[in-house]
């Protein structure tokens, strides 16, 4: 298994892009100005995709994260996790993720520490031009997780009045 940056043709990997986001223009909002990361196979095989931008200083979200469907629920999505968490510390101080409110997901941003942070009300129905179903419910509001990452030195600079 590797995972590799790709910075250009990113629309590739479509295919597993529309696991994490099911529309294309939704994607097309961030896939271009975010950091597209692919995990590969043994085989040399798109396994999983995450998209990270930036949102300020320090402050990066997680804007997809899809895993093949033959590889879910094998760790693979974690350890995408911890990738981004490695290639990002020393610049992130604070990481968001927007998602459904699914318990499947929720209970997996919750194994790997992200806490509640805030709703967006209506996401779902004023963004997709179709409903949006998980876990045989109709998705209606956005819930936002963020993770705090202590030992970031953006975190300590801020803490201790250095910017």
Known sequence: ?????????KKRFLPLLLLGDEQESMI???LE????FVMYDKADCPMAVAVVTCEGTGIYELKNLAVRTDCQRKGYGGKMLDF???RYHG???TWLVGTGDSRQTVS?????GFVYSHTVPDFFIKNYDHPVIEEGRRLKDMI???KSMPDSPLRRAEESGIS
């Open 84 to 86: 981004l968490f490695m």
């Open 28 to 30: 097309d909002r961030y």
């Open 144 to 146: 936002y997780f963020s």
């Open 1 to 9: 298994m590797r995972i590799e940056s790709i910075v250009r043709n």
């Open 33 to 36: 100005r975010g950091d597209l």
């Open 108 to 112: 997996f941003y919750r194994k790997h």
């Open 91 to 93: 610049m992130c101080h």
